[in-house]
């Protein structure tokens, strides 16, 4: 079946702007889960969704960053004024329930010059 | 606030070789360890999830052991194989649902 899918896979944006990610998480996966990789910091938490609700946005770096989930399928994290240090791969994953094991995406590298 | 080591970062060993790594973490009050493979340029691939009550998971040539109390885990690789050089995680499930990882430990196999 289908796996955890993301958009885009690239996206390249000037410092300033405003950048959304797009994450489809595996079809009836309940939990869904927002990671950023940067090089030399490893997997970073960022928000994890049970349903539409967000019980914890505390690993979000700024109040830049905001995410949001509808109908619990997709989800989109939205970076606003980026800026260089948020140049990462950001990763999104699923999970049937929250205790079961995590499906990642490919990743949307995001590169802010 | 939970902490999750590899050891060792690099690992380079001739085809056919056992494969051994080791995970660390600081905090026990774990729901479950999750064992990744990462590919250059690719995103995680889930290899064995072992629940906090489990002591050990076997896929194939894969065995993972887990000792919760001293918050410890090792992957191990049986005769490993060229096509088994990427990069492995470790993470860890605290019990507020967040996900730790470790940095990794990148494993070559030279054929």
């Known amino acids: 079946g289908a796996g955890v899918s993301q958009s885009p896979s690239n996206k390249v944006t000037e410092k300033g702007k405003d950048v959304e990610l797009r994450c489809d998480p595996i079809s009836g996966h309940t939990a869904l889960y927002w990671y950023r990789q940067s090089l030399g910091q490893g997997l970073e938490f960022l928000i994890y969704?049970?349903?539409?609700?967000?019980?914890?946005k505390s690993g979000l770096p700024s109040d830049r960053f905001s995410a949001e989930r509808t109908g619990g399928s997709v989800s989109t994290l939205t970076i606003q004024r980026t800026q260089q240090e948020d140049s990462a791969v950001y990763l999104c994953?699923?999970?049937?329930?929250?205790?079961?094991?995590?499906?990642f995406g490919p990743g949307t590298r995001l590169l802010v010059l | 606030k939970q902490e999750v080591t590899q050891i060792p970062a690099a690992l380079s060993v001739p085809e056919g070789e056992n494969l051994v790594l080791n995970c660390s973490f600081t905090?026990?009050?774990?729901?479950?360890l999750q064992w990744f493979r990462q590919d250059p340029g690719k995103g995680l691939t889930s290899l064995l999830l072992?629940?906090?009550?489990?002591r050990e998971q076997t896929s194939g040539r894969l065995n993972a052991s887990l000792d919760k109390s001293s918050g410890r885990s090792t992957l191990y690789i049986a005769a490993s194989q060229p096509g088994d050089s990427a990069t492995y995680l470790c993470a860890v499930l605290s019990n507020d649902y967040k996900l730790s990882f470790g940095a990794g430990t990148t494993v070559t196999v030279r054929a």
């Open positions: 969704f049970q349903g539409n609700s967000a019980p914890d």
């Open positions: 905090d026990s009050a774990i729901y479950n």
């Open positions: 994953a699923s999970s049937y329930v929250a205790q079961e094991t995590q499906y």
């Open positions: 072992i629940q906090s009550s489990q």
